[in-house]
């Protein structure tokens, strides 16, 4: 296991915190990546100092009360916002997703208790050592994800742990515990109680993580919680006979670039119909830019791939340049997983290139000629411009016409 080096900005805050007699550790997240050698995203301060005596501790420092009933106050220091929370238990878990109740407490022991996985609930300051109440760091060195506790319970109390379970499984390729394993199974439903935005962030998570493909595989029945349309997915075999079109997506997922989940979420999704696929993404309640791009590959992946310059050039003005980049990606991927010859999907990465290359219009607004120039020639507002417009872009796609203004605005006459 790696040495937990403390920045210097959160180890003052702890000295400034012993210093008042107050017990301070970092704890959750930052103790589980310094160990594993990775570099924390941010460090988590607890400590036994109430919110009130944290304001006094820190009433030189500028300080947020961002979440002051649940004990976090945001501590600045040395151009970092430090989270310092008060050791916690929560308790009735009414709604299986938020404490109705936090109650403070004075030993971190019990702050470690209500944490989710042992990975999750050590503790370390360099006065007291490692704080390891649950033998979090023995499951970090065999790659295990354990429940603090009856995974029954706490799983109950927030379902959401489900997925927070796979994503560190998926990111660190941990095993999940074969208790807490067959607690998540039979606990699944409870996913149902969470909102969209949650789950959402979860996905995004597992989706993009190196060991997604384990989860998929392993925990399919609680992709069915989220997305119930793919259950058909896992009964119906690929063409080939080989394996199931689940097994297939999952393949293709893990086909797709780890940074972008919309493209890993269009892949896990592709083998649905449109309409399913739509139900899927409005549930998820995901940003407009991935719901746009999930849709669009799914629906884009049944067309045949254009072999003209102006097919191409019609595609990218319908698409965006950016977007049949991604198409492409994502036939080869799925050409590549279904076992068929990526040919064409070179050929028509040569076309696009080809097309980018010259300057091309693939909208009315690449034109070299605008509405209000055509207007100064004559040609009156309304539908028939639009028209005129339309036409003009049609022959220069078609190469019937060169994209100038002088050519553009003489058809334009002619057409019109
Ligand atoms: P990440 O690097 O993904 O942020 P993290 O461990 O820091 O990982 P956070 O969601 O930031 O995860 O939460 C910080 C800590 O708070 C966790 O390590 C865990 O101890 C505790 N925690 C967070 N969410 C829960 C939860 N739903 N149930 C129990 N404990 C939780
Ligand atoms: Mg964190």
Redesign the pocket.
């Known amino acids: 296991m790696h040495e937990i080096r403390i920045p210097s900005y959160v180890e003052m805050l702890l000295r400034e915190l012993e210093k008042m007699g107050h017990s301070a550790y970092v704890?959750?997240?930052?103790v589980?990546?310094s160990m594993l050698g990775k570099e924390?995203?941010?460090w988590?301060v607890c400590t036994d100092a109430t919110p009130e005596q944290m304001k006094i501790v820190f009433r030189k420092r500028k300080i947020f009360e961002t979440g002051v009933q649940h004990g976090t106050i945001t501590v600045r220091s040395q151009g970092h916002n430090v989270e310092v929370t008060t050791f916690r238990l929560?308790s009735d878990y009414s709604d299986h997703r938020h404490p109705d109740q936090v109650k403070f407490v004075g030993r971190v022991e019990e702050d470690?208790s209500?944490?989710?996985?042992t990975i999750?609930?050590m503790a370390y300051s360099p006065r007291s050592g490692l704080v390891d109440a649950f033998d979090g760091q023995t499951d970090l060195a065999r790659g295990v994800v354990r429940c603090?506790g009856e995974p029954d319970v706490?799983f109950r109390?927030?379902g959401?742990?489900i997925l927070?379970a796979l994503?560190?499984a998926a990111?660190f390729q941990f095993n999940i515990e074969t208790e807490t394993a067959y607690s998540i199974r039979r606990n699944r439903l409870l996913l149902e109680n969470i909102s969209a935005e949650r789950i959402y962030k979860e996905l995004q998570?597992i989706l993009s993580a190196e060991g997604a493909s384990d989860m998929l595989l392993g925990f399919p029945e609680v992709l069915v919680v989220i997305f119930p349309e793919v259950e058909r997915l896992m009964g119906e075999m690929a063409e080939g006979g080989r394996e199931s079109k689940w097994t297939q997506s999952v393949r293709a997922v893990c086909g797709m670039p780890r940074a972008s989940f919309g493209l890993r979420l269009a892949m896990l999704l592709h083998e649905l119909e449109d309409a399913e696929v739509h139900t899927a993404m409005q549930r998820l309640k995901g940003d407009h830019a991935t719901d746009r791009l999930v849709k669009t590959i799914v629906a884009e992946l049944r067309q045949p791939l254009p072999d003209t310059r102006p097919e191409m050039r019609r595609l990218i003005g319908r698409l965006t340049k950016p977007m049949v980049h991604d198409l492409l990606t994502a036939q080869c991927v799925v050409k590549a997983v279904t076992g068929q010859s990526t040919d064409k999907v070179r050929e028509a990465r040569y076309l696009l290139e080809e097309v980018l290359d010259g300057f091309a219009a693939y909208t009315v607004r690449d034109l070299a000629v605008t509405g209000a120039e055509l207007m100064g020639e004559g040609i009156p507002s309304g539908p028939g411009l639009g028209k005129v417009l339309e036409q003009l872009l049609r022959e220069v796609q078609d190469e019937a016409l060169k994209n100038d203004k002088d050519a553009l605005l003489k058809r334009a006459g002619e057409i019109f």
């Open positions: 704890v959750g997240g930052c589980r990546d924390p995203t941010d988590d929560e470690l209500r944490r989710d996985f999750n609930a603090v706490r109390e927030d959401l742990r927070r994503r560190f990111r998570g």
